[in-house]
């Protein structure tokens, strides 16, 4: 089976600096990926993690350890529009993406 | 291009009615993903087809179906439908990779189904 957490809420301030983290334990694991869902929207894509690492794409970042189970979304600059749900899913072998429950992150000014 | 496509965007049913979503995929794309999205519980995967099979399922009873046509648009049923079954469904579409492995999904919009 899968076991994928993440904190459930998280609140920031506009131009702070938040890290999500998740972490995971699951077999036949291929990569992790970051999705960011608006409230009554789609969730749309944000990273897809293969290999052990940090990577960069403008303010935001996606970290990944393999041997830890482990990733994180850090967000840099913060905006208003950056209030969003923030979902871990993991890519395994065979199967759909499995998500993790989401975090909501509220910024405030 | 035109993204994934849901239809109704809305549906309210009553308890042990049957309802009906569809899902057209990005062209092209010939996977098709089924999420149910209750409050408080994340996405839960249904069902993925690919190439007109079913290639995976969730953990739903089987009053949870689907199916997938030559064209790669997709529809899911839901019988004898429980009133916790009041949740946003979204469909996802994806090329699958040479080897098999995900590639990333596109969402639709998603049916707010509400079992009264």
């Known amino acids: 089976g899968q076991n994928i957490d993440q904190p459930t809420e998280m609140t920031a301030t506009e131009g702070a600096i938040v890290q999500i983290n998740c972490t995971y334990q699951?077999?036949?694991?291929?990569?992790l990926f970051w999705y960011q869902q608006h409230a009554g929207e789609a969730p749309t894509f944000l990273s897809y993690?293969?290999?052990?690492g940090l990577e960069e794409k403008g303010r935001f970042s996606s970290f990944l350890s393999r041997s830890k189970g482990y990733s994180y979304l850090l967000l840099k600059e913060l905006q208003m529009k950056d209030s969003a749900s923030y979902l871990c899913?993991?890519?395994?072998?065979?199967?759909?993406?499995?998500f993790g429950k989401g975090t909501t992150l509220s910024v405030s000014s | 291009e035109a993204g994934v496509t849901q239809s109704p965007t809305h549906l309210i049913k009553t308890r042990g009615q049957q309802a009906t979503l569809r899902c057209s995929p990005i062209s092209g794309h010939t996977s098709v993903y089924w999420y149910q999205q209750a409050l408080g519980l994340g996405l839960q995967f249904l069902l993925w087809y690919d190439e007109g099979e079913e290639r995976n399922r969730g953990n739903f009873p089987p009053r949870f179906s689907g199916r997938q046509f030559p064209n790669y648009s997709s529809e899911l049923n839901v019988n004898a439908l429980e009133l916790e079954d009041s949740a946003l469904y979204l469909c996802?579409?994806?090329?699958?990779?040479?080897?098999?492995?995900?590639?990333?999904?596109?969402f639709g919009s998603g049916t707010q189904l509400s079992v009264l």
């Open positions: 899913a993991v890519d395994q072998a065979g199967t759909a993406l499995i």
């Open positions: 699951t077999s036949g694991f291929n990569g």
């Open positions: 993690n293969v290999l052990d």
């Open positions: 996802a579409s994806s090329l699958v990779g040479a080897d098999g492995d995900n590639e990333k999904l596109f």
